[in-house]
């Protein structure tokens, strides 16, 4: 049974964006504490906020699978 070439495609587009998701991107900073450190951080991907403190430093985004990159600088 051979595939159409939109499921080919639909397959191929899901598998790019699972790729992607390996690729660790910098949180996106909401909120530092009065000292200076990171207290909340959005997913890149999706944009799902956590809060250092209470939830931890993910590598991984919890809620789409994001890999996050914690290093200093770009």
Same mark, same amino acid.
Do not use: T
């Given at each position: ?5 939109? !499921?080919?495609? !639909?397959?191929?587009?899901? %598998?790019?964006?699972?790729? !992607? ?5 910098? $949180?996106? %900073?909401?909120? =530092? ?7 909340? =951080?959005? #997913?890149?991907? #999706?944009?799902?906020? =956590?809060?250092?403190? =209470? ?5 991984? #985004? $919890? ?8 290093? %200093?600088?770009?």
């Amino acid at each position: 049974m051979s595939k159409s070439k939109e !499921e080919i495609e !639909e397959i191929l587009e899901y %598998v790019i964006k699972r790729i !992607e998701k390996q690729i660790p991107k910098k $949180p996106n %900073v909401s909120a =530092y504490n009065e000292d200076g450190s990171l207290l909340i =951080y959005e #997913c890149p991907s #999706c944009a799902s906020s =956590y809060d250092i403190d =209470y939830d931890g430093q993910f590598d991984c #985004c $919890p809620k789409c699978g994001q890999a996050i990159d914690w290093s %200093v600088g770009d």
